[in-house]
């Protein structure tokens, strides 16, 4: 047309002209128009007719082009090629989608590739794999979240290897990854792990790095070692304490967040908070070692770990409690901090790796945590309170004498003597504070007093105190130090002691044989070499002393013998609860009255055993349980039952997913621990659990497709292999 109007040749531009009304194009796209090209009659409209005269332009190029086969081998189709050729016949469709990827959408090619894809299925009307690609290009995808697998792995103890065949398994019946690969999951456990989230602290703590990134680390780091030192045969591995306490935090998150909205709080609000930390050490007995190379270690292992107890906020005038520790004595709060093979008995060696952890520790007692929680940054103070040890390692670490000392009690400065004279009237006197003073004393002996008179005037401190605790009573080894003095009682009882003291070890002997065979028989109760929790419990109740009265003769004593259970077991509940004042307050309130009447009890009915003497633990029980329980609210709830209960995971960890090296092994089951006292992880499995328990099932239109469930599969991987 040119720039002239076509029908008056007046100039115009392309500029100048206007579209029609839409009326006037509707009638013209109505008007019919056969199509020029041969043996073709069709009559179109003219609104389809740029369309229609496409298609024949692309039937004729497709013909122009094609391929025409000249003999030899038929031309393969595209999906049954291999990797390589497929890439080789698609090349010129690659730079071209390429080249587009670069202009049009920033080189995203993946995005540009999948798009097309979901045209194509869409056109097809294939919308079920349309919808499961369009799910994966959102991140949601038809398979289970990382995490979620992780979670599966670590909870049901699978290996790399079982997961990796359970994975393949899965993918091949149902034709869908429904599993994440290997390493998806450790892409995931990263964020899990301490050395994750960034941090500060103000002031920054003394004599440790600013460094946030720092990951498992080898507990003899830092050691100067030299000839005249004292010889470190072990293997440890540990967190730092502060990079720890930061991913523990991180974990608890949401339990954080939702408890500041329970309790009206704001949102914003950034603290402080005061986080209260239960420490935990125990040995944890024999573990026989691996092969491999490595140094000549001893075949015991030494656990620190702390639980997370509560966390409370400053608001006003007042400290409103936001989080709380439901199950403070189980295994799956009980974090891992420092793992290493050494005996507890070991003093040099469990100095020398625990000094720079309980350092760290003591620098953070006088700094603030700044940490970014729910978008705002935050400001945490940490309380730490180390209650979950036994006596005999609270012993070792506050440098006092062995539990066979005169000096009976951790808590106050009584002797053996005094303790069974005076069996409930003491106050709990000692304190770390006290002991370090002591000890330098009883090192420098200021007053030049002989070996006695020192030894009176410090009250059985014989060692420098290196890890401060709480002056306080282990609920669990109470438990068994009390079972274990009762199976005592039992015996003899059954050889009738009282009437005649002077008895053979051999006769003595006897009495616990007809004891153990008589248990065995009425209650059940296996023989042990050594007494467990578990044995404890057991024995403790009123069946048994029915039970073991009948091996007794004497009515009298058969009355005096129930009467102690009977008391007892009113007072336990006092010791072994969570919460006293909540739970038992009946008995909380009558615990002394009971105490009086048992210690009285030991001093008559049972004074063959009791005169001039009393087990440390007796002597805990009826003196210093009301005063501890009013200082700190409760003595269950600061048991080291979850750190003993983290031996068995140990082993197992130990067994199921650690290299076999003696140098690796400490560090994959430090991991694999931390990992599953993840608060973040069990969510996943409680919530598989609550759906197993309602008897749900996957149906063919789910995850798993029509293959097995996930815990059938589960066994049968774990028990082929």
């Known amino acids: 047309m040119g720039s002239y109007c076509p029908s008056c040749w007046y100039p115009c531009f392309p500029t100048d002209l206007v579209t029609p009304v839409k009326s006037f194009l509707n009638i013209l796209d109505n008007l019919s128009i056969r199509c020029p090209v041969k043996e073709c009659d069709e009559e179109i409209s003219h609104g389809k007719y740029g369309q229609h005269l496409s298609g024949h332009k692309e039937m004729k190029e497709g013909e122009l082009y094609s391929y025409i086969n000249k003999g030899g081998r038929p031309r393969q189709h595209l999906l049954s090629l291999t990797r390589r050729a497929q890439k080789h016949r698609l090349r010129e469709l690659k730079r071209q989608v390429k080249a587009f990827a670069e202009k049009e959408e920033g080189g995203d090619i993946k995005a540009v590739c999948m798009t097309l894809f979901l045209l194509a299925l869409r056109a097809k009307n294939e919308h079920k794999q349309a919808d499961e690609l369009e799910a994966i290009m959102q991140g949601r995808g038809s398979g289970l979240h990382p995490a979620v697998c992780l979670a599966i792995r670590i909870n049901t103890f699978l290996s790399c290897s079982q997961y990796h065949k359970m994975y393949r398994t899965v993918k091949a019946v149902t034709g869908r990854q429904i599993f994440q690969p290997l390493h998806a999951l450790r892409t995931a456990e990263k964020a899990l792990l301490p050395g994750y989230h960034p941090f500060e602290w103000k002031p920054p703590l003394k004599n440790v790095s600013t460094n946030t990134e720092v990951g ?419 003595i269950g709830a600061w048991a080291s039952e979850g750190n003993e209960s983290g031996n068995k995971l140990f082993r197992r960890f130990r067994k199921m997913n650690a290299r076999q090296s003696k140098v690796y092994e400490m560090e994959d089951v430090l991991k694999h621990h931390w990992l599953y006292t993840s608060k973040y992880l069990q969510k996943f499995m409680n919530a598989h659990k609550t759906l197993k328990s309602q008897n749900f099932t996957i149906d063919s239109e789910g995850s798993l497709g029509d293959s097995l469930p996930l815990e059938v599969l589960e066994n049968n991987d774990s028990a082929e292999l």
């Not at 008895?503 to 002997?509: A, F, G, L, Q, Y």
Request: charged share 30%; hydrophobic share 35%; proline share 4%.
């Open 216 to 634: 498992i680390i080898d507990g003899l780091s830092g050691l100067p070692l030299s000839i005249d030192d004292y010889p470190v045969d072990t293997i440890a591995k540990r967190f730092r304490y502060d990079v720890a306490l930061v991913c523990a935090l991180k974990d608890m998150e949401e339990e954080i967040l939702e408890g500041m909205k329970a309790k009206n709080l704001d949102d914003y609000l950034n603290g402080p908070f005061t986080v209260v930390v239960k420490e935990s050490c125990d040995g944890m007995g024999d573990v026989s070692e691996k092969h491999g190379s490595g140094p000549a270690v001893p075949e015991k292992a030494v656990r620190f770990s702390f639980t997370v107890m509560n966390i409370s906020i400053a608001h006003g005038n007042e400290s409103k409690r936001i989080f709380e520790e439901v199950k403070p004595n189980s295994e799956l709060c009980c974090k891992p901090l420092c793992l290493m093979l050494a005996d507890e008995s070991d003093h040099e060696t469990l100095t020398a790796i625990l000094s720079p952890l309980i350092a760290e520790r003591e620098a953070m007692k006088n700094s603030e945590l700044l940490l970014e929680m729910g978008g705002i940054l935050r400001t945490f103070r940490f309380v730490f309170r180390g209650t979950g040890y036994d006596e005999k390692l609270l012993r070792e670490v506050e440098g006092l004498e062995a539990s066979g000392s005169t000096y009976i009690c951790t808590l106050c400065d009584a002797t053996r003597l005094e303790a069974s004279q005076n069996l409930v009237f003491h106050s709990i006197t000692r304190s770390h504070a006290e002991n370090l003073e002591r000890y330098e004393i009883w090192r420098s002996n200021p007053y030049h007093e002989s070996v006695d008179e020192l030894r009176d005037r410090v009250k059985g401190v014989s060692a420098k105190p290196f890890i401060e605790t709480v002056p306080s009573i282990d609920a669990l080894h109470c438990d068994i130090g009390n079972a274990t003095e009762f199976y005592r009682i039992f015996q003899m009882e059954i050889g009738e002691l009282y009437k005649n003291p002077d008895v053979s070890k051999e006769e003595r002997k006897r009495w616990q044989l007809t004891l153990d065979k008589h248990l065995r028989k009425k209650m059940n109760l296996k023989p042990m070499l050594k007494m467990s929790g578990n044995f404890a419990r057991k024995l403790m109740s009123k069946e048994t002393v029915e039970a073991v009265c009948e091996l007794i003769k004497c009515e009298e004593r058969h009355e005096a013998l129930k009467e102690l259970m009977d008391l007892y077991l009113k007072m336990k509940p006092v010791w072994r609860s969570s919460c006293p004042a909540k739970e038992c307050p009946e008995l909380l309130c009558q615990y002394s009255f009971n105490s009086q009447r048992f210690a009285e009890l030991l001093s008559t009915k049972f004074k063959y055993r009791y005169e001039g003497k009393i087990t440390n633990y007796f002597h805990k029980t009826l003196a210093h349980v009301p005063e501890i329980i009013e200082r700190d609210g409760s």
